[in-house]
């Protein structure tokens, strides 16, 4: 075989081995890895902390605060959504009021323009809107409703997994020193500790990403939506910074309905500012996250897109992690690998 074939066939091999890995045993895995991840990150934190106390049981507490600090902001942040959604709820009234009015200005502008008839095209209008609801009503939220019970697994899934992770974050700091000992001395485990770490490189690099993009894309917002004289424009603007950290919704989904709103208001200008905005956000995002990520992890910037795209495709919406995962573990496997191979000829 020659050097090229071999090459490819190294390649090959890795391929399928981390698709079967992300497919079939990362669910399996995942929450033992991120514990032993976690349980690392504390273990190098109370290293830096100059008490007289185990290294286990202060990791422990500091998680424990951690755990609490989260549910905390969790819960602030939940009771936030909740407030604005009930304060839209209670506007709904004024805002098809505004909209009837906005459709009946339109109508009465084609009429004086074109001489269609404005009543009789309001009328079409409405009588489609409300035949919308009524399907709305009779098929869309009865579906809802009947996957209520799938939504309610798909949750206590990830309460198990979280708690499944932090126990194993507590069993694994027990003895973290030592099974970190006994892999690095065992000549099976070099490999995957040297790939492990470039993934953890990784993982640091795209976190780092994830919070300055966060950051930019809050920022723009707040100072955007407050200088048009929107109310809450500024804290409406950064909970928007935290909505883009979702794939493919991301500000969309609070910067078009509030450009609804302000289009129903009469408010144009600030309407096509804030669609603008959405523009500027999501070049932001497409711009920065390759780069900051692709530049780090040697990776070219189009391959960390490609692999988004692949990973979203094969894998669903955890494929946004999984495909750029699976990309670094590919390419520093195969280097590994490919390495081993030169240095035993």
Known sequence: MSGNQRKYLILILVIVGV?????????????????????????????????????????????????????????????????????????????????????????????????????????????????????????????????SMSYFKNVAGIIGFLAVCIIAVFLILKDYDKILTHMKENEDFKGILEVAGKVCLYLKTYVRAQLT???????????????????????????????????????????????????????????????CLYGVCALIREFLEPKLIGDKVGIWPVGILFSVFAGMKLFGIFGIIKGPLGLVLIFETYKYLFREGKEAC
């Open 19 to 147: 698709y079967v890995f992300m497919k079939f045993l990362s669910p399996i895995l995942s929450p033992f890895i991120l514990a032993f991840l976690f349980a690392g990150l504390l273990s190098k934190l109370t290293g830096k902390i100059p008490l007289k106390i185990k290294k286990s049981v202060l990791a422990g507490f500091i998680l424990i605060i951690g755990i609490i600090f989260f549910v905390i902001a969790v819960w602030l942040l939940g009771g936030v959504l909740i407030q604005k959604c009930s304060e839209l709820a209670g506007q709904l009234t004024v805002y098809e009021e505004e909209l009837c009015g906005l459709l009946g200005n339109c109508c009465k502008r084609l009429e004086t323009s074109f001489g269609i008839d404005g009543a009789a095209m309001e009328n079409y209008v409405l009588e489609q809107v409300n035949i919308f609801v009524e399907n709305m009503e009779v098929k869309i939220l009865p579906a809802v409703m009947n996957k």
């Open 213 to 275: 993009i966060l950051f930019i894309i809050s920022s723009i917002c707040a100072v955007t939506l407050g200088v048009l004289g929107i109310k809450g424009g500024i804290i409406y603007g950064v909970f928007t910074g935290f909505m883009d950290m979702l794939p493919f919704i991301g500000t969309g989904i609070m910067l078009m309905p509030l450009a609804f709103l302000q289009l129903l208001s009469e408010h144009y200008l600030r309407a096509a500012a804030v669609v």
